[in-house]
């Protein structure tokens, strides 16, 4: 099964969405797609990476890994 999701390219980004892109090539060298998942709706990416941080907070980093993939691989993903 694939799936395609509409994002915002590099060149059309602009106000906090331009930020968060820019951000992910000052620290990676490109803009990762986790970033591009919320280009259409760039206000929720704070909201999902405090999410994200507070659950990584109060779990060790080889077991929020393990869950991540367990449930990658129940949805079939396979990226």
């Known amino acids: 099964m694939s799936y395609f999701i509409k994002t915002v390219s590099e060149s059309e980004a602009t106000g906090k969405l331009r930020e968060y892109y820019d951000e992910d090539i000052k620290d990676d060298g490109f803009v990762s797609n986790t970033t591009r998942t919320f280009s259409l709706h760039p206000e ?4 999902w ?8 907070r109060n779990i060790r980093l080889r077991n ?7 449930a990658a691989m ?3 993903c396979t990226f």
């Open 49 to 56: 990476t405090g999410l994200i941080k507070s659950i990584r």
């Open 74 to 76: 129940e949805m079939g």
């Open 64 to 70: 929020y890994e393990l869950t991540t993939f367990a």
């Open 44 to 47: 929720t990416w704070e909201g």
